[in-house]
């Protein structure tokens, strides 16, 4: 692993105090930065919320990475921390230490009572009790973040539109419902207190690390060799039916091109060519963290829903406008060549993005030497961590900054704390996202209806289909959507409005879904594409019978265009087979060949035919896979591959064909573009290679082998220890990994 870089060219990376480190920045035109706070209010922040008066509850992750072994890093110091400026002058004075014995947190969230939290493998309930004092501490959920590294396990706890919390990097999202509630579809209660009890049900596995919404309840994320990423359907879309699953797909929001104003030497792989500028820069995102959708009210209006991806390895953050096209995402680059800011400390380390109760934009600054973890650090970059003082001077500080326009003043920081929930109705309206999230959350946690008069005037009323989508969404979290408010939203003008009402329709009761059936049929004989595609997804809520004419007859309107197949069979649900009869209706001969396929049961494992040896190394392999290799990071739970993170592993040639190749890529790595079962990967990172760091001896790759070569439907037979170890001597002078032009 050659040094692209001759160690006396490389600037000097100390750690800087507050002022020195505000100096290093470079900042677009109309904005500036300020300081929210530093040590000794805030250290190694990563996540957060905002509660109901606008005060911060951070995880600080007090004990990642306080060496380049990563040593005692699993102890439980880390803290959960409530800052807050008690005088309004825009900085915390006050830091508030609500929990101090947390091992490594990663995601944070308000239900009633209390708060939701998780360390790094579970999650919990604590009570919130007068003073901002902890209460009672109850384990909700051992699994939360089992298995896998560091960089690679759930996290965040976002409260999206739908009123359920979801994570990055994970396939579960949890509902907090009244005592009293039904369960919803496909879920099961894992947790009660007095307060509330805890859904869980499996959501498309997404991102790496943070997660963010538009006002219409998508949510974008990122890999962490990509800028932000997002959804076109709402989450969960494509999960209705149990006997059929699709992939949600993700869409770029603008190119992976960054453009750091410091040199980046100090990168896992950068020793690897294609990685750096001539001059040291690094070119494409490495490590993108916690993205962001705007949706403030101090920035200029045409910043309102841009996206915002920090890149911590490049020291910057960059902005994308978002573009809407049929059935996909895309995005624009704000500024040409350029960031919306950098900096020209390496210690400098965007985690993690929020919209502030002042409209603004909150970033949190981990400010850490080392940023990537030690299961992955390679002996490249722990040159560059040693030899530049990089391990030195962490976990003990952290930073806050603000970024606001100078066009505006700071927007108030609205107070939703003690208010009743007709006085919460008005915040509905806010111009702040942030403010009409807090206000949702708020009133269905008080699941007072009194509101909801007020908030039906809401959706009749309003001019701004923001508004309306959310107050859709709230009469949702309240159990009172009724056939009468989907009426008005349907009649609408903007098509957002109307494809909403339809999605909260599906959440009426029985009696009121029969009794708009026939609305339904005729709305759907003038449906556009987005109306459609919903109507598809409801289609087993809502119809029945000779209904089913209607679904055969929109699939077939839009044959062909994105997601239309998908949506038809997600939304049969469970009751797919009462579509038999109108099958042969459908135009699409992919449409007709997928639902012929529907509940036909495939073998998973080759586990049984294996020998007892085999078995032991398979076994083996399935706790690496899913644990410290982590393999299932970039390949998926279900190898099917992650979006801009990595290929599939199922009926791949790399994975069946030869066992020399496929050790070659296990223990050297591999880039490039690939082709897996005749279709075409541009992942945007190289696959690390397991063979030079310490921690996987050749048993352990035996047994990844064995595992995915005998699961996920391959059946390939097993790779011994011997044949690993074979290929490790003949490949002993690899010290980088192969193109895959070398390996086809």
């Not at 329709?505 to 919903?534: C, G, H, W």
């Amino acid at each position: 692993m050659i040094d692209p870089i001759a160690a006396d060219k490389i600037p000097a990376a100390p750690v800087l105090d507050i002022d020195k480190a505000l100096a290093s920045f470079k900042v677009q035109e109309g904005f500036e930065l300020e300081v929210v706070a530093s040590e000794p209010q805030v250290f190694n922040p990563v996540t957060m919320v905002f509660d109901a008066d606008g005060r911060m509850w951070i995880c600080e992750m007090n004990t990642y990475m306080p060496n380049v072994d990563g040593t005692e890093e699993e102890v439980a110091k880390s803290k959960i921390v409530i800052l807050e400026d008690s005088n309004g002058d825009g900085k915390v004075d006050k830091r508030t230490e609500f929990l101090n014995d947390i091992t490594l947190p990663r995601a944070i969230a308000f239900v009633p009572g209390g708060i939701l939290y998780a360390d790094n493998t579970q999650l919990f309930f604590v009570e919130v009790l007068p003073g901002l004092k902890a209460g009672k501490r109850e384990l909700v959920d051992k699994d939360y973040a089992k298995g896998g590294s560091v960089e690679h396990k759930p996290n965040t706890m976002l409260f999206a539109l739908d009123n359920w919390y979801y994570n990055s990097k994970s396939s579960s999202s949890y509902r907090a419902l009244p005592l009293v509630a039904k369960l919803p579809k496909n879920s099961k209660e894992i947790y009660k207190n007095q307060f509330f009890k805890l859904v869980k049900r499996t959501t498309e596995n997404r991102g790496q690390w943070g997660l963010t919404m538009d006002d219409y309840g998508r949510l974008y994320h990122n890999g962490n060799s990509s800028a932000v990423t997002g959804e076109y359907l709402r989450p969960g879309s494509l999960l209705k039916n149990p006997a059929y699953r699709a992939k949600m797909g993700v869409s770029r929001i603008g190119g992976n091109a960054i453009y750091p104003i410091r040199m980046n030497p100090g990168i896992n792989r950068g020793y690897m060519k294609g990685m750096l500028h001539a001059d040291g820069k690094l070119k494409n995102f490495t490590a993108a963290s916690g993205s962001l959708v705007y949706r403030g009210d101090q920035f200029p209006e045409k910043y309102y829903g841009m996206a915002l991806t920090p890149e911590p390895a490049g020291n910057l953050i960059s902005a994308r406008f978002i573009q809407e096209k049929e059935g996909s995402l895309a995005g624009k680059e704000i500024y040409n060549k350029q960031e919306l800011l950098a900096s020209t400390d390496e210690r400098f380390r965007p985690v993690n993005l929020y919209t502030a109760a002042d409209g603004s934009i909150y970033i949190l600054d981990i400010y850490h030497g080392i940023l990537q973890h030690r299961v992955f650090v390679t002996s490249y970059l722990r040159k560059q961590i040693l030899s530049r003082g990089l391990d030195k001077g962490n976990n003990e500080r952290g930073r806050i900054y603000r970024l606001r326009s100078t066009q505006n003043k700071l927007s108030k920081t609205a107070k939703l704390s003690g208010l009743s929930a007709s006085q919460l109705v008005s915040y509905l309206l806010h111009p702040s996202g942030l403010v009409r999230d807090t206000a949702r959350q708020q009133l269905v946690f008080k699941q007072d209806k009194i509101a909801v008069p007020a908030i039906v005037k809401v959706v009749g009323t309003s001019e701004d289909p923001r508004l309306i989508i959310n107050a859709l969404w709230t009469l949702e979290g309240l159990g009172a959507v009724s056939p009468s408010v989907v009426r008005i939203a349907l009649k609408n003008d903007n098509v957002k409005v109307r494809v909403n009402a339809l999605a909260v329709a599906e959440f009426m009761n029985e009696a009121d879904r029969q009794a708009m059936r026939s609305e339904l049929i005729a709305f759907a004989k003038q449906a556009n594409y987005e109306e459609a595609l919903q109507l598809l997804l409801i289609s087993s809520d809502f119809f029945a019978g000779d209904d089913f004419k209607t679904v055969a007859e929109l699939a077939n309107k839009f044959k062909g265009k994105k997601y239309v197949t998908e949506a038809l069979m997600s939304g049969l649900g469970s009751n797919y087979k009462d579509f038999t009869a109108y099958a042969s209706l459908l135009k699409d001969k992919k449409a007709k060949s997928t639902y012929a396929q529907l509940g036909k049961k495939k073998v998973q494992s080759n586990y049984a035919k294996l020998s007892k040896a085999d078995k032991a190394l398979f076994n083996h392999g399935k706790e690496l896979f899913f644990g410290h290799a982590n393999c299932f990071g970039c390949h998926g739970p279900d190898a099917e591959g992650l979006p801009n993170m990595g290929p599939p592993l199922v009926k791949s040639e790399w994975v069946n064909g030869s066992q020399e190749r496929l050790i070659k890529v296990m223990l050297h790595g591999l880039y490039g573009p690939i082709t897996v079962n005749k279709k075409k990967y541009n992942t945007p990172m190289p696959m690390p290679g397991l063979g030079a760091n310490p921690m996987f001896k050749d048993k352990d790759i035996a047994g990844i082998a064995t595992y995915i070569r005998n699961h996920f439907g391959n059946k390939s037979g097993a790779i011994s220890e011997k044949t690993i170890q074979k290929v490790r001597m003949a490949t002993k002078k690899q010290s980088t990994p192969y193109p895959v032009s070398e390996l086809q």
